[in-house]
């Protein structure tokens, strides 16, 4: 498990799954690979209380704010400022296949 400077919590398997996806990413040629990964949960309307998230792989740091960029064991995530507002002080975790954010 590990908590980031914005408050958002890593646990241990969603690391791992991070881990893995950028080792296949290197193995696919991808030069400094990095985890584009955005959360948004609905406040108000017919979607309100759902949430949606996304996670995909980018290439290179330049030209992303550095208080966006994250680094776990070996890995660099970006996370935009509404996704680390949105996931301040959640746990995200890989279970089943699958990431999930707890309410």
Known sequence: MEKLRCGTILMDRFIAFLKEEDALQRSQGTSDPVVILEYVKCVEGDRAGEAFWS???GRGVAGRKDWCLFS???VTIYMSRQTQQALRWKHIDYIDNQVIVPS
Do not use: P, S, Y
Request: glycine letters at 16%.
């Open 55 to 57: 996670l995909v792989w």
């Open 72 to 74: 776990v064991a070996g």
